[in-house]
């Protein structure tokens, strides 16, 4: 079965820090677009963040620009979202998601993606 594994989240408190790492050993991420998106309880899932990783190109949602950062290690084939500065309301289940079609900057914005993880909690407490 074709999957993203995140990892790295946690508990952390207000104003700390996460770095969540999202992986396949499936395929190679090269070419994808790469999204980051989270889900906080009786909340509708939002992307976050995103990198286009033939260009390195990204993309934030303005409730994170600032503190949080996407990245892309290819030859670990790994993308990364740094988070710094992490609020109570940055609480949630995060995933990754990637898709070979959709652009990068579009899909923070779209229902779905080709491939998608499991994902990993994260709270923060106040």
């Known amino acids: 079965e074709v999957q993203l594994v995140e990892s790295g989240g946690g508990l952390v408190q207000a104003g700390g820090s996460l770095r969540l790492s999202c992986t396949t050993s499936?395929?190679?991420?090269?070419?994808?677009?790469i999204a980051w998106f989270r889900q906080a309880p009786g909340k509708e899932r939002e992307g976050v963040s995103s990198?286009?990783?033939?260009?390195?190109?990204?993309f934030y949602k303005d409730s994170v620009k600032g503190r949080f950062t996407i990245s892309s290690d290819k030859a670990k084939n790994t993308v990364y979202l740094q988070m710094t500065n992490l609020k109570p309301e940055d609480t949630a289940v995060y995933y990754c998601a990637a898709d070979h079609l959709v652009p990068a900057g579009r899909l923070l914005d779209s229902p779905g993606a080709d491939y998608w993880g499991r994902g990993t909690q994260v709270t923060v407490s106040s």
């Open positions: 990198i286009d990783n033939s260009n390195d190109s990204t």
């Open positions: 499936t395929f190679s991420l090269d070419g994808f677009a």
